[in-house]
């Protein structure tokens, strides 16, 4: 199976720096703050009262019990603890819930709108699916149609992996058009939902008025087929912990369970108060995050209207932005590579220029375009990365 095309940027990066360059990176997927101290201090006294064993599979049940009353107040998925698996991070409750819908040799297709992050495609096909690539039209900021839809539903489709908002498009869909999409899927019985909701928490309405997050468990016709994916990575800045969860009908969930119980078992026990007091106790720290990304999305998107021949989808979520860099295609660098792909692009610019984005290929066919950078990095950074961009296309003949 294909390498992780972010893990991938991040080692060259890595590898740059290592040979003394100076590297402005926009590869990585992760908020450059530090995990809020409330919750540190709750992990590092479970530490020390001796939460070091085993736990239950599914995990703890008071985080279950906290993550279930997240799911059923803040967004309207009616939710019982026993629905609920903390995981080891939101990745692995993918591939689970991916394991759970598929049923290898039957041909199931799973649906995938894209661009789409990078690990939902390999692990449809390690699940033994077919991923069936729904592309949005960058005029339409990325999002699908509900035709669209509707055209790519087949008597074999099992699934969709639907998310909003979107790495890597820096997107979220309005409600209004989610509910429209839930409307052709309510009509098609057989396919599970699989809503990954990462990014739920940093949405900016400051740059698309009224724009806010809905999720299809909380539709009463899709309660019994979708599975909730969602995590502390993300709006609680603490990707390094591994902390995942899914919540799926109960029957599912029974399954799941099993398939952890084989797999990796529970999180680290110490870990599960610390949920508690993130989602109980730490909305102001989520709140101040999501207002400077808020900033820093205006700022790239600024600084990235100012480069000719990009062309940019205003990201309103995530920490994402997607220009097509299309418009260098068939030029040379400076050190005389030639640029025919976001590949070539990508590779040229972190060796001559020592900035570091992720190729488009990866995130889909449509996307062979695009580059990905993640404003998850000071203003500086933006400024200076970007001006360093605008300086190196500006040799490219
Ligand atoms: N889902 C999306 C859309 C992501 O962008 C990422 C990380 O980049 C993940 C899931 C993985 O999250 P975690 O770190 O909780 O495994």
Redesign the pocket.
């Known amino acids: 199976m294909s390498e992780s095309a972010?893990l991938a940027v991040g080692a060259k990066a890595a590898a740059a720096r290592a040979r003394g360059h100076d590297v402005i990176a926009f590869a990585t997927?992760?908020p450059d703050f530090d995990t809020p101290d409330n919750i540190k201090r709750v992990a590092i006294h479970a530490l020390e009262k001796g939460m070091t064993k085993y736990a239950p599979t599914p995990g703890d049940k008071s985080a279950r019990l906290a993550i279930a009353h997240k799911l059923t107040q803040e967004n309207g998925i009616e939710t019982s603890f026993e629905q609920v698996t903390v995981t080891a991070?939101?990745?692995?409750a993918?591939y689970m819930a991916l394991q759970a819908i598929v049923e290898p040799g039957r041909m199931d297709e799973v649906l995938l709108p894209t661009p789409a992050?990078v690990?939902y495609k390999p692990l449809i096909e390690l699940a033994g699916a077919k991923c069936v690539e729904i592309a949005g039209a960058r005029e339409n900021g990325f999002r699908i149609t509900s035709a669209q839809l509707a055209a790519a539903i087949t008597p074999k489709t099992v699934g969709i992996v639907w998310?909003s908002p979107?790495?890597p498009c820096g997107i979220a869909y309005p409600a209004s058009e989610v509910r429209a999409l839930c409307d052709v899927l309510i009509k098609h019985e057989r396919i599970t939902i699989i809503s990954?909701e990462?990014?739920e928490k940093l949405i900016y309405p400051e740059i698309s008025p009224g724009l806010a997050h809905l999720s299809p468990g909380s539709l009463a016709a899709l309660a019994s087929r979708t599975i909730t994916?969602n995590?502390?990575?993300?709006s609680y800045a603490m990707?390094g912990w591994?902390?995942?969860y899914l919540a799926a009908p109960l029957a599912m969930a029974k399954e799941i369970i099993k398939l952890q119980g084989q797999m990796t078992n529970s999180i680290p026990s110490f870990f599960y108060p610390a949920i508690v007091e993130a989602l109980s106790n730490s909305a102001a720290s989520v709140e101040a995050m999501r207002i400077t990304f808020a900033a820093r999305a205006q700022l790239m998107h600024r600084e990235l209207s100012s480069v000719p021949k990009f062309h940019t989808v205003a990201p309103n979520a995530a920490f994402y932005a997607f220009p097509d860099v299309s418009g260098y295609f068939g030029t040379v660098s400076p050190a005389g590579v030639t640029i025919n792909s976001a590949q070539s692009f990508a590779d040229a610019l972190l060796n001559e220029a020592h900035v570091a984005v992720v190729p488009g290929e990866d995130f889909g066919a449509c996307a062979r375009g695009n580059i990905r950078l993640s404003f998850a990095c000071s203003d500086e950074n933006i400024i200076n990365g970007i001006g360093r961009i605008r300086t190196w296309v500006a040799q490219l003949k």
């Open positions: 972010t997927g992760e991070g939101a990745k692995h993918i992050w690990s998310n979107s790495n990954d990462i990014y994916v995590g502390l990575s993300k990707t591994r902390v995942g």
